[in-house]
């Protein structure tokens, strides 16, 4: 089994930032693609920006220059770099790593809240 902890949501005002951050840990041989995606409310689930075991990045189209992903192999851990925060971005934010253990399985963490006020 595999465990994710995000960190780092919060409120903050428009123009501000924050740091997401999710650490996996557990059964883990070696983790593929890392992922932020996000969740508001009466929306569908979209993805923010991902990440591969080589750092190669790839980002939804309206949130380039602003958001930046990035990992570090030697923990696990993959974050979200958000600046120039909007009101829109206000969602529930949630990590997918791909892990190779025996298999390949994708993991979700459980989410962080980020809420931008205007």
């Known amino acids: 089994q595999v465990q994710l902890v995000e960190s780092g949501g919060g409120l903050v005002q428009a123009g501000g930032s924050l740091r997401l951050s999710c650490a996996a840990s557990g059964n883990i041989y070696r983790i593929n693609d890392m992922a932020w995606y996000r969740q508001a409310p009466g929306k569908q689930r979209e993805l923010v920006a991902d990440i591969t075991s080589g750092g190669s990045t790839n980002y939804a189209d309206s949130l380039k220059g602003r958001f930046t992903i990035s990992r570090d192999n030697a923990k696990n851990t993959v974050y979200l770099q958000m600046n120039s925060l909007k009101p829109e971005d206000t969602a529930h934010y949630y990590c997918?790593?791909?892990?190779?253990?025996?298999?390949?399985?994708?993991?979700w963490g459980q989410g962080t809240q980020v809420t931008v006020s205007s």
């Open positions: 997918k790593v791909v892990v190779v253990a025996g298999g390949i399985e994708s993991y």
